[in-house]
């Protein structure tokens, strides 16, 4: 018996010898010990974890080379080979932080993110279609932030003291030209697509990315969806109009085709207009984009839009007892892209594409008669290559063919332009820690008609406390060519130019968001001309020059709380713009009729669930709108009186897969004004008399019904927001 016994032991004797004993303490670079973090042998299942104060104890029966590991979230992983002998082994290894999404500091100088919800989410396309005051328009929307002013009369995007003409906006990262409809002089317009088509949005205002540019005051890049969940037919009755879309989806593909119509005669018949009206807007739109999964880390997307809308439009002439001078205008656009993104090896990813724009306009103005056209196509190719987790690079290059051309048909002549832009970008993040982040970026660029070569440099830092917020800074060179209609006429003309300088901070934590910017921008070579006439529209440019300057200097502020009350969410916002500029046809500096020094908004949603129901507020407000009197000395010598709309909505759900809104801007009826048009000659008392120019109606009422037909019958059109 103990010669069996013997030999048992002789057996075991190897494997008891071969235990052994691992043993230390985790700490960080800061000395400090990590709990939890996970200690194992790389491809076995022996494992332990560190305790409380770092130390962790672990027994192994594996014998020769192994691969010790210490993982812990926040941290980069830590390999060690070792050479499991028996005995007893110690380590003290030190983690360094890892840089990830989760926990990083991000730039958020000038920039609000719409999309990723583990970041700054500041408007999704829900809140886009459920903003009262936006009545659906994309733009509309983002009026309620901060750094916007709301030009009731224009309808486009206006940042910080800029003109419209200063914001770029982007599908997919590739330009879009004429975004916006085309209308009559004081006739607000609206954004050509359907928010529907985007899963999110990137709208800076101000110091933004070196991959953005052609835009002295802002950026809006929509991003469309990826791939919708399911197959779904979309009926939509307006009161101002109807549409349908149909949705198909397959494992790796996707179709969605849209077709709408509106009309505002009916409405306009019933509801009392400020304008004269000939003939009501009208027009359709028609859209399809697909979408392709390429490979095992890609997807292709396609989208095509196009539409043809008209109006016309008796506008009175100061001074005149008359009906006055019908403007007739009729458009005709068409947008297209196709677009990819890759992921490639080696911690390589590209993207890129192509997009088309062709906007063709027609003006009868009394008995003349003009067309113009304006085509854009923008390519684009850039690659983003993480060299370490801590520093990456994002390098593109970029083609602009720019074609203009304006035709006077009543008196047979024309005149255009051909431009060629090329661009190279590229821009560097270094991550210290996730603490601190630092950008640069540089933008070169070559005009052909111009004959001009830039250099645009900026830089970006961002510094994360222990409590969550961020501080960041951004600073940078923007440059951007004049409009057409002035390069038409003077095609040697230059960049106009803009420094920005920007300091923000940024919290976002239990359900609440604040953001306060200060900011302040130098405008440079800024177009100057001489007009011939002013009213009913400018007639002719004389003396065109780039002798211009300006600045916009101010503050943002911005807080959203989804936390404090209940089915309850809001935002308040606050700007204070001090904008001066010597521009257009003003000969000295003066505060643009576009930029109202205080600009606030509120926007409450409270979802009342045993009503199914989303009731809406917003409220806008600012200081009122400066305007030239020539009665008065001085140039922008008068101002309104203060903007305000309050704009009610409801949403209502009475079956999962039918969605019931209504909306009513300016319930109250105030007599909003957004300046004077005054006659070029004085009367016989020596005064020149104007006309106010307020919105077509007192408010605006939308009604509108959408019903979603699928399998599901849960499905409605807010699946892809």
Known sequence: MKAIFYFFLLLISPMIWAQTLLTGEVRDQKSETIPGVNVYLKGTYTGTSSEIDGSFKLEVEESGLHILVFQSMGFRALEIEVNLQGGKLEFFPILKESINEMTAVTISAGA?????????????????????????????????????????????LFVRGGDATETAIFIDGLKVGNAFGTTASNVPTRTRFNPNLFKGSFFSTGGYSAEYGQALSSALALNTVDFPVRNQGDISFMSVGGGYTQTLTGEKNSLTASANYFDLSPY????????????????????????????????????????????????????????????????????????????????????????????????????MEMRNQNQLVHSKLAAIKGFSEKFSVKTGFESYLFNYEEALISEDLKRDFRDHHSILFSEADYYVNNRLVFRGGIRAGHSSLAGQSWLDPRISLAYKFDHDGQLS???????????????????????????????????????????????????????????????????????????????????????????????????????????RRKFAHFTEMVQPGFAPRHNGSIVVKHFISSLKSQLGVSLSANDGYTYENPNLPGQMNAKTK????????????????????????????????????????????GL??????????????????????????TANNLNNL
Request: proline share 4%; hydrophobic share 35%; glycine share 8%.
């Open 112 to 156: 609000m993110e719409a999309s990723d919800e583990k970041r700054a989410v500041v408007l999704r396309p829900v809140d886009i279609v459920t903003v009262p005051s936006a009545m659906g328009d994309i733009i509309g929307a983002f009026q309620t932030l901060p750094g916007t002013a709301n030009v009731g009369n224009d309808g486009r």
């Open 268 to 367: 306009q018949a019933m509801i009392k207009q400020n304008f004269d009206w000939e003939r009501a807007p009208f027009g359709w739109d028609a859209e399809v984009s697909g979408r392709q999964k390429w490979g095992k880390n890609g997807v292709i997307k396609a989208y095509a839009h196009t539409e043809a809308s008209g109006m016309k439009i008796w506008q009175p002439i100061p001074g005149s007892d008359e009906r006055g001078q019908l403007v007739g205008v009729q458009n005709q656009y068409t947008f297209a892209q196709t677009s990819f993104r890759q992921l490639g090896e080696n911690d390589w990813s590209y993207y890129g594409g192509i997009s088309y724009s062709n906007n063709v306009d027609k003006f009868d103005i009394g008995r």
């Open 473 to 579: 800074l951004a600073a940078g060179q923007f440059s951007q060519m004049p409009v057409e209609q002035l390069r038409v006429l003077e095609q040697s003309t230059q960049n106009t130019r803009a420094d920005h300088l920007i300091l923000n901070y940024f919290l976002v934590k239990n359900g609440r968001t604040v953001r306060a910017e200060a900011f302040y921008k130098d405008y440079k070579n800024l177009i100057t001309y001489e007009v011939a006439q002013l009213f009913p529209m400018p007639l002719g440019f004389d003396n065109i020059q780039q002798n211009g300057e300006g600045y916009a200097r101010g503050v943002d502020i911005f807080y959203r709380d989804q936390k404090s009350f209940k089915n309850t969410d809001f935002w308040v916002t606050y700007s204070f713009v001090d904008s």
């Open 642 to 685: 203060s903007f305000q709309d309050l704009s009610l909505g409801w949403s209502y759900l009475p079956k999962p897969n039918l969605i019931i809104h209504l909306a009513c801007s300016n319930v109250l009826g105030r007599d909003n004004i957004f300046g004077y048009q005054y006659a070029n000659e004085p009367n016989e008392n």
């Open 688 to 713: 020149y008399e104007g006309n106010p120019i307020r919105l077509q109606a007192p408010r605006f009422l939308f009604l509108g019904i959408f019903l979603t037909l699928s399998k599901d019958k």
